[in-house]
């Protein structure tokens, strides 16, 4: 995946094959699936028809004129079909990558779900969901599924293009792995959870693929206009040629409108430049999302990230650092500061959890507290446990321990020790601040507090202003208390925060907002966010996490980065960007080809419409060929906008629409202009009209 992602929009290794699939979409088939560009196909058709009628004498026009007319809307559909068969050539380019990851290798199926169990040597495409298997250090996986027993390093660079291995493990939110991984060291045992054809890489590789996606509800809602468009412009060309002939009849004076002029004005008329660059821009919207390193199941997962209204985030990993980092000590009325920071610190040393490590590091750089001899003083840790929340050290008939507020109150009460009241007023306002407050205790005596800050990310504060300037709102999620969560959600700059939060609450909050007619986003990992998930118009799963959860979700992020929804939402955004920016620019190009084609269209008709003729073209016939020529360079010209995209701005739909207007629309009408006067300049200077 990394080397497909570092290839160039017009590689070679994308380029040729996108060229030969170019021609293979020539099929009428394969044609019919665009309506707007069908039209061309049929109009292609017949002036490739009328150009061999009039080499055999029989001619409505110059037969230089019609085959000239003829091979540049046959270049008008064969620069759509290669449009789309780059941006699909990228996404199978991405597809070949996850297919090499895809093998067939020996499983160790077992007869229960325990390594102790009767080892069956198998082939990996016989395993089948609700099989056991054990695999070793240095031994690919088999299978999705969940690990059962065990612990084990795990390469999964094959998938997310990461080289550092990760901790799979019993039990947990990260119990699943994946069929294609390799195991680094120790063992675990797996139970498969999917058949074989129904695997990750093997939905991965199929959504990937741009043959495989389907249209979005949008985008089917855009095709029809575009069809609507088409089909308007086709009744009124049709209509033209009896007019023109009833026209130079009634007149006895001029000439009719031939059939190629009219196949040539339905062209230039019909939106063919978002016609024909649709279907890329979806495919394309796809492919930057696989090269975020995400998974979307399907297409409507992408286009939703960017209609999204409101964002639940988690704050641990995402909105913070997730590591609480010891900021402060607070002592207790008659405790001197470094009596506290020194007995904290003694506490500490053997926590060797992020918190634990930060006391050790604080107590150093604020009171050059250096690490003790324990084993002179004879000293004993105490490790933390879930069920005492404290952890600490005893050593020469003293214990000092560090906890929770209420372990340490209960622990004070224990051995008939008064917790001050000024100690009470530091927990309450470190957790005012959004901080974890610790209290440190001996056995004669309440120390004081130990503040932990949990650190809010740098930038996310901006971020979020960015999301509130598009009209996005949101929401932390945080298992802390009300208090706490209310100052972390004050200091990142979110809109609202969800504290003490509870599978029932997550899914409530979601329903709330859905029954507003707003669509929601927000990540998980764990078996409990499986509900959520499932509920969220866009729920992202992480790869580390449960079999549950990737189920439940329809993108899977292959990095594990909570963080990753805030750019999934902007690659949505962009996508639609794009489709609206080009729609713009397509209608808006129009224009410009009617000012250069109705004059010279009637101007044998009726010589007056020749005042129309603004751009002041060399002839009737070079006017129309100009258009036609420009009509079907620019689908080639916008290729690298559809599959890059149009630049990425945090503004508003009102602010967004005033931009199109301005810059695609203004943009659209005056380009056309310009490109069809060169185009007859290098015509009538070549002397080809």
């Known amino acids: 995946m990394s080397k497909q992602q570092s290839l160039s929009m017009f590689d070679p290794s994308l380029v040729k094959p996108a060229i030969v699939d170019a021609f293979k979409k020539m099929a009428p088939r ?23 009628q009039a080499l055999v004498g029989q001619a409505e026009a110059p037969a230089g004129f019609i085959l000239a007319i003829a091979l540049w809307l046959w270049f008008t559909v064969l620069f759509a079909n290669f449009a789309e068969a780059l941006a699909e050539g990228r996404s199978k380019a991405q597809a070949a990558s996850l297919r090499s990851a895809k093998k067939n290798v020996v499983a160790h199926k077992l007869s229960e779900p325990r390594r102790e169990g009767h080892i069956t040597v198998i082939d990996s495409a016989s395993l089948r969901k609700g099989d056991f298997v054990l695999v070793q250090a240095g031994e690919v996986i088999p299978a999705d599924g969940e690990v059962l027993e065990g612990v084990a390093s795990v390469d999964e660079s094959a998938i997310t293009g990461e080289s550092a291995p990760v901790i799979r493990e019993a039990g947990g939110d990260f119990s699943a792995v994946t069929g294609g991984t390799r195991v680094l060291s120790d063992w675990i045992v797996v139970k498969v959870t999917v058949n074989p054809g129904e695997t990750f890489l093997d939905r991965m590789i199929a959504m990937v693929e741009g043959a495989k996606r389907q249209k979005t509800p949008n985008e089917i809602a855009l095709t029809i206009l575009l069809v609507a468009l088409t089909l308007v412009f086709l009744l009124a060309t049709v209509t033209l040629l009896p007019y023109s002939l009833f026209s130079v009849e009634m007149a006895k004076a001029g000439q009719p409108v031939s059939v190629t002029v009219l196949v040539a004005l339905l062209v230039c008329l019909i939106p063919t430049t978002i016609g024909g660059l649709l279907s890329a821009i979806g495919v394309a919207g796809m492919s930057r999302m696989m090269r975020a390193n995400v998974i979307a199941t399907s297409g409507r997962a992408v286009e939703a990230a960017g209609d999204v209204d409101v964002l639940l985030l988690d704050k641990t990993g995402t909105i913070t650092l997730g590591n609480r980092q010891a900021s402060a000590f607070l002592p207790a009325p008659g405790v001197n500061e470094k009596d506290l920071a020194n007995a904290a610190q003694m506490a500490s040393l053997a926590d060797e959890t992020p918190e634990g490590r930060s006391i050790v590091i604080l107590a150093k750089q604020r009171f050059q507290i250096r690490e003790h001899d324990m084993g002179q003083l004879q000293a004993h840790f105490v490790p933390f446990s879930a069920q005492t929340r404290m952890s ?38 470190v957790a005012r601040r959004g901080s974890t407050p610790l209290v440190v205790a001996d056995s004669n005596r309440v120390l004081g507090v130990v503040e932990l800050k949990d ?13 509130r300037r598009m009209g996005i709102k949101t929401v932390m999620i945080t298992g802390d208390n009300h208090l706490t969560a209310a100052a972390i959600a004050a200091e990142a700059g979110v809109d609202d925060f969800l504290a003490e939060a509870t599978p029932e609450a997550k899914l409530k909050l979601i329903r709330e907002h859905q029954a507003g007619g707003q669509l929601v986003a927000m990540t998980g990992d764990g078996t409990n966010d499986a509900p959520a998930l499932a509920q969220a118009d866009v729920a992202v799963a992480m790869n580390t996490g449960t079999q549950a959860a990737k189920e439940a ?12 929804l805030i750019e999934i939402v902007e690659i949505g955004k962009q996508m639609l960007m794009t489709r609206g920016a080009l729609t713009t620019f397509s209608v808006a190009n129009d224009i410009a080809k009617y000012f250069a084609i109705i004059p010279a269209l009637f101007a044998t008709t009726y010589p007056a419409l020749k005042v129309l003729d603004v751009m002041r073209l060399t002839s009737p016939s070079s006017a129309i060929l100009s258009a036609v020529i420009f ?23 009102a602010a967004l629409l005033r931009r199109n207007m301005l810059v695609y629309g203004l943009g659209g009408i005056i380009l056309p202009f310009i490109g069809i006067k060169l185009i007859d300049m290098a015509l009538a200077a070549l002397n080809l009209v």
């Open 631 to 653: 009509n079907a360079l620019i689908i080639i010209a916008l290729i690298p906008l559809a599959l890059k995209g149009v630049r990425y701005r945090a503004v508003g739909a």
């Open 455 to 467: 650190v809010v990310k740098g930038g996310i504060k901006e971020r979020f202003a960015e999301l």
């Open 392 to 429: 600490g050290v005893d050593m020469a008939g003293m214990e000092i321990r560090k906890g929770a507020v209420d372990a340490i109150r209960k622990y004070a009460k224990e051995k008939s020790v008064t917790f001050p009241a000024a100690v009470e007023r530091s927990v309450e306002e």
């Open 553 to 564: 979700g329809n993108m899977v992020d292959l990095d594990s980065n909570p963080t990753k």
């Open 30 to 52: 394969t044609q019919m699936k665009n309506p707007v560009m069908f039209v061309v196909y049929l109009g292609s058709m017949l002036t490739t028809i009328l150009f061999i």
